[in-house]
Antibody, heavy 123, light 110 residues
Framework: EVQLVESGGDLVQPGRSLRLSCAAS????????MHWVRQAPGKGLEWVSG????????GNADSVKGRFTISRDNAKNSLYLQMNSLRAEDTAFYYC????????????????WGPGTMVTVSS | QSVLTQPPSVSAAPGQKVTISCSGS????????VCWYQHLPGRAPKLLIY???KRPSGIPDRFSGSKSGTSATLGITGLQTGDEADYYC???????????FGGGTKLTVL
């Protein structure tokens, strides 16, 4: 079964750091780009960051540039999101998502999603 | 405010048809593929349409997508109460080098 499972969400104070993880199974992880998407309470979905199959191409939303870093370990079938200098507006449910296209450039089509993990930034 | 504009809400009766619009620009929809997601409360988003008008395996043909110029449309026929959800259009932004989501449209099946 194709599956993504996020972990690492927590309550954290503003300015602190947090690292999210996403464990993948059931597909050839190193063939696909991967992404993080979030949803703040009462708001819509927002793409956060994406990474190509070989980590050669990385993109980030302007709202997290310079603060968040996406990475992957293909040997461990895992995706990560290092979040530094967290702000209250980073409070959201964070989803890990698999790109649909094999070894290609992303079109925003994510065909597998994890259940998500909640990050709350508050003092 | 999103670079992709969707109506905040649409509604229709069970069995009827509804369309959801998504307006962008030449940097987004005009030169890139569009996809659509359904997001039910408490659930992970589901890919409904990719590459403007293609349906993933398992998505019924009640759902359709189209694109013209800098706009895209999601159509849903034979509405069911289970279709009540938020719907999002998504594409690539060539200038921002980023994936962009529309603001989302809440579908109510009356």
């Amino acid at each position: 079964e194709v599956q993504l499972v996020e972990s690492g969400g927590d309550l954290v104070q503003p300015g602190r750091s947090l690292r999210l993880s996403c464990a993948a199974s059931g597909f050839t992880f190193n063939d696909y780009a991967m992404h993080w998407v979030r949803q703040a309470p009462g708001k819509g979905l927002e793409w956060v960051s994406g990474i190509s199959w070989n980590s050669g191409i990385i993109g980030n939303a302007d709202s997290v540039k310079g603060r968040f870093t996406i990475s992957r370990d293909n040997a461990k079938n895992s995706l990560y999101l290092q979040m530094n200098s967290l702000r209250a507006e980073d409070t959201a449910f964070y989803y890990c998502a698999k790109d649909r296209d094999l070894l290609g450039a992303t079109t925003g089509a994510f065909d597998v999603w994890g259940p998500g993990t909640m990050v709350t930034v508050s003092s | 405010q999103s670079v992709l504009t969707q109506p905040p809400s649409v509604s229709a009766a069970p069995g009827q048809k509804v369309t959801i619009s998504c307006s962008g620009s030449s940097s987004t929809i005009g030169n890139n593929f569009v996809c659509w997601y359904q997001h039910l409360p408490g659930r992970a988003p589901k890919l409904l349409i990719y590459d403007n008008d293609k349906r993933p395996s398992g998505i019924p043909d009640r759902f359709s997508g189209s694109k013209s110029g800098t706009s895209a449309t999601l159509g849903i026929t034979g509405l069911q109460t289970g279709d009540e959800a938020d719907y999002y259009c998504v594409t690539w932004h060539s200038s921002l080098f980023a994936v962009v989501f529309g603001g989302g449209t809440k579908l109510t099946v009356l």
